[in-house]
């Protein structure tokens, strides 16, 4: 996989295998790594405790959320619940040389608030996507819509990444309908 070093992580659902696809990158990059918004998990440290401890990164290159919320769902509900709105300047790129592994909370069309999707924010930020997906039943859907949505955005799908058993007959189609510039992997390895 030929990966650009400033890359964002993102899903077709939750629990797809996004932390630890970002685990790998932060380490095969030697990259810092990022999650603008955390719902949920925070007596666990959340998704950056659990990259820190997979990747065996130091703690500095561990960039601090922007957003810490307490309610697992989608961030403009868990923001609602603390009685906050998400700002967009909070959601700025870090200021920082060298390779980034920014990890979303959830899939793409998840909102950040009620008139700002996660992948109004990934336009923004304008950095290559590498998509997690899980490799069995139920994902040619959440798939091609996925890439469909960023496509549709002028948003650069670097890579597909299939988690799980390798599912041939999904592989196949995946790889006869989605833009040959795409790569395609498979994964198998369980979401934690």
Request: glycine share 6%; charged share 20%; with cysteine.
């Amino acid at each position: 996989m030929d990966t650009p070093s400033r890359i964002i992580v993102a899903g077709t659902d939750t629990n797809v295998g996004k932390t630890i696809v970002s685990s790998l990158l932060v380490n095969k990059l030697n990259a810092h790594y990022w999650k603008p918004v955390q719902c949920g998990d925070l007596d666990t440290g959340g998704d950056s405790a659990t990259v820190k401890k997979l990747s065996g990164i130091k703690a500095n290159r561990i960039i601090p959320e922007a957003y810490r919320l307490k309610l697992p769902a989608s961030p403009n509900q868990a923001a609602a619940a603390e009685g906050i709105t998400i700002d967009k300047e909070n959601l700025k790129l870090p200021n920082h040389e060298g390779a980034l592994v920014v990890e979303l909370a959830g899939g793409l069309m998840v909102p950040l608030r009620d008139d700002w999707l996660q992948i109004d924010q990934v336009k923004e930020w304008n950095l290559p996507v590498v998509l997690v997906a899980r490799s069995g039943l139920g994902t040619l859907n959440h798939t091609l819509l996925s890439i469909e949505a960023l496509e549709n955005r002028n948003i650069k799908v670097a890579t597909l990444i299939l988690n799980g058993e390798k599912h041939e007959e999904n592989y196949n189609t995946l790889a006869t309908m989605v833009n040959s510039s795409i790569s395609i992997k498979v994964l198998e390895i369980q979401p934690i």
